[in-house]
């Protein structure tokens, strides 16, 4: 664990809308920026007391991440996004019609050989996702 790390997820989300000049018609979108707290071996830091607490909540959060990327891999008729609070916000951008992208931040230390396979991991759970569509139909 970074001793300056903030242990906390950061997610920004800015809302748009559009009006069409000709036609009237007004456009909405939002864009969900989300920068993830890396997950925390315990084992490692040896965190006690708050941090112990911070990193179980950051590892609860990632695995329901997970759990949700695993349910739309697999088309499960529920995805379990009121598992964590990371999950029930970002329902709308994982699931509809929305467009998802992933970036993945590794570490090159060969110290970092667990987390870094862990993160590579996630990030390929995250890439074999099927968005789907839920609503009108062409």
């Given at each position: 664990?970074?001793?300056?790390?903030?242990?906390?997820?950061?997610?920004?989300?800015?809302?748009?809308?559009?009006?069409?000049?000709?036609?009237?018609?007004?456009?909405?979108?939002?864009?969900?920026?989300?920068?993830?707290?890396?997950?925390?071996?315990?084992?490692?830091?040896?965190?006690?007391?708050?941090?112990?607490?911070?990193?179980?909540?950051?590892?609860?959060?990632?695995?329901?991440?997970g759990q949700v990327f695993a349910s739309l891999r697999t088309g499960s008729g529920h995805v379990p996004y009121r598992n964590s609070k990371l999950t029930h916000?970002?329902?709308?951008?994982?699931?509809?019609?929305?467009?998802?992208?992933?970036?993945?931040?590794?570490?090159?230390?060969?110290?970092?050989?667990?987390?870094?396979?862990?993160?590579?991991?996630?990030?390929?759970?995250?890439?074999?996702?099927?968005?789907?569509?839920?609503?009108?139909?062409?």
């Amino acid at each position: 664990m970074n001793a300056h790390s903030s242990r906390s997820h950061l997610l920004l989300q800015i809302y748009l809308e559009g009006r069409d000049s000709v036609s009237n018609e007004i456009t909405r979108g939002k864009l969900t920026l989300v920068d993830l707290a890396g997950s925390e071996r315990v084992a490692k830091t040896d965190a006690t007391g708050q941090r112990l607490v911070e990193a179980a909540a950051i590892n609860k959060s990632l695995t329901s991440l997970g759990q949700v990327f695993a349910s739309l891999r697999t088309g499960s008729g529920h995805v379990p996004y009121r598992n964590s609070k990371l999950t029930h916000i970002l329902e709308d951008s994982l699931g509809g019609d929305a467009k998802t992208c992933v970036f993945v931040n590794a570490s090159p230390a060969e110290s970092n050989l667990a987390e870094t396979m862990g993160t590579l991991q996630f990030g390929a759970v995250s890439l074999f996702c099927l968005l789907y569509f839920v609503g009108m139909v062409n």
